[in-house]
Structures are given as structure tokens and as C-alpha cells.
């Protein structure tokens, strides 16, 4: 599916919103700002997801999931908390047709294709 004019209109939109998020978060501790930046972002990641029409079958297009315990991706020993991570499958892009860095990959080396 090709990015239409319209598409183009909406996705700057949602730029400048995100854009007008971050100035708004001045004065607000790190952390909420940091909170409002991702929502934003989050955002962003939907309307591609909506204009490609092709997410990540695991996070729904979102880039980041909910994991069982504190060391999300990477497996291994967690704190029993359930976490938000970089999803495992599309490695942030929440797109189905291209993945971002295998994050376990590169810092386990090995790790066997397709995992
Ligand atoms: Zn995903």
C-alpha cells in the first residue's frame, strides 16, 4: 500500500502534535516527560500501522510490550513486575514487513535465526 497526500497530512499532524508535547513537558520531572514523550510516539507508531495496515501481530503495531517480569526481552532472571519493553518480534518499528535491530542478537551474539 502506497502513502497517499492525505496519509502525508495526518502523519505531519501527528509529527506537530508530538512536537508541541515535548515543548509542553518543560519544568515536569523526567520521568513524566519522558512518559509523554512515549505516548506520543506511541502515536506515531499507530497512525503507521494504520496507514501501511500491516502491525506486528504481537504488540499490534505499537514498537513495546508488556512483559512478565523485569528483564523482558532479554529473558534470564526478573524481578517479578510486569515490565514494558521493546517488542521481541518487530524490534520497536510494530511493523510486520520490517523489523528494527534484533537487540537479543547483538547482545548475546548467537542467537539462533528467527528467535
Ligand atoms: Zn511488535
Not at 499532524?13 to 515535548?22: G, I, Q, S
Not at 513495546?64 to 526478573?78: H, L, P
Request: net charge negative.
Amino acid at each position: 500500500m502506497s502513502v497517499n497526500t492525505f496519509d502525508i497530512e495526518l502523519w505531519a499532524e501527528a509529527c506537530e502534535k508530538a512536537a508541541r508535547a515535548l515543548e509542553n513537558c518543560e519544568g515536569h520531572p523526567d520521568d513524566l516527560k519522558f512518559g509523554y514523550a512515549m505516548d506520543e510516539i506511541d502515536s506515531l507508531r499507530a497512525l503507521l500501522y494504520h496507514m501501511e495496515g500491516i502491525a506486528c501481530t504481537k504488540c499490534a503495531g505499537v514498537g513495546s510490550r508488556a512483559y512478565g517480569d523485569t528483564s523482558t526481552w532479554m529473558g534470564g532472571v526478573g524481578g517479578q513486575q510486569i515490565t514494558s519493553g521493546i517488542c521481541d518480534k518487530c524490534w520497536g518499528t510494530g511493523r510486520s514487513d520490517r523489523t528494527g535491530p534484533n537487540l537479543r542478537r547483538i547482545c548475546v551474539g548467537n542467537y539462533p535465526e528467527g528467535s
